[in-house]
């Protein structure tokens, strides 16, 4: 399966400011996915991300707020911008792997952020 | 709609069973099992598709009923390192995955 890396690994931020997280894959992928994940809770997935297009946003999310860039088939950045507490949360990118005759995800090891 | 994960915790004592299930309202074409430590991301451990067989992975199986819209995932003769949180993730038409709410696992020595 792809090895994923993300950085920062955690960051704390004052509220109103923004924050870019990177997303890097060792192998081409079409389509990378980011996930919110709040403490104690599953996760919800902000958009897909395919290169050449412009990213999808799932309900209740928009592109304002968090924009995403994906240049190459290896990389994709997701920034939250004018951060509040509510926005503390880990923030995981995954990518989708083939696995024999169908596809899953794979996650990388998430950024954990905390707004104050 | 978020799949429905039960039960939403379970403790047991190394070497016993458990079993983890997962139901949707929707029509399903695969169900994908992922495990989480914590502080950790969550690690894929098995897909099920429509109409494809059960799946094992070490002493974890699972099984997909489609006509229920539902699957299981089995724990069996658990071991410590299998605490954590299990989740499982449906997916539909498109390539999304839609996460139930987590089951929480912890097995004593």
């Known amino acids: 399966s792809a090895v994923i890396s993300q950085k920062p690994s955690r960051d704390i931020c004052q509220r109103g400011t923004s924050l870019t997280i990177q997303c890097q894959v060792d192998?081409?992928?079409?389509?990378m996915f980011w996930y919110r994940q709040q403490p104690g809770q599953s996760l919800t997935l902000i958009a897909t991300?395919?290169?050449?297009?412009?990213?999808?946003?799932e309900s209740g999310f928009v592109i304002d707020k968090f924009p995403i860039s994906r240049p190459n088939l290896t990389f994709s950045t997701l920034t939250v911008s004018n951060m509040s507490p509510e926005d503390s949360s880990i923030y995981l990118c995954?990518?989708?792997?083939?696995?024999?005759?169908?596809?899953?995800?794979?996650f990388g090891p998430g950024t954990r952020l905390t707004v104050l | 709609q978020q799949p429905v994960q039960s039960p939403q915790a379970v403790i047991l004592r190394e070497g016993e069973d458990a079993v983890i299930n997962c139901s949707s309202s929707?029509?399903?074409?695969?169900v994908h099992w992922y495990r989480q430590k914590h502080g950790e991301a969550p690690v894929f451990l098995m897909i099920?598709?429509?109409?494809?067989e059960q799946k094992g992975h070490d002493k974890i199986s699972a099984s997909f009923n489609e006509k229920k819209q539902q699957s299981s995932l089995y724990l069996t003769a658990s071991q410590l390192s299998y605490s954590g949180t299990y989740f499982c993730?449906?997916?539909?038409?498109?390539?999304?995955?839609?996460f139930g709410g987590g089951t929480r696992v912890l097995v004593k020595p």
């Open positions: 929707k029509a399903l074409y695969s």
């Open positions: 192998s081409q992928v079409t389509m």
């Open positions: 099920l598709l429509k109409g494809g």
């Open positions: 993730g449906t997916g539909a038409a498109g390539n999304k995955l839609t």
């Open positions: 995954s990518v989708e792997d083939s696995q024999g005759y169908t596809d899953t995800q794979y």
């Open positions: 991300a395919n290169q050449g297009s412009e990213a999808t946003y």
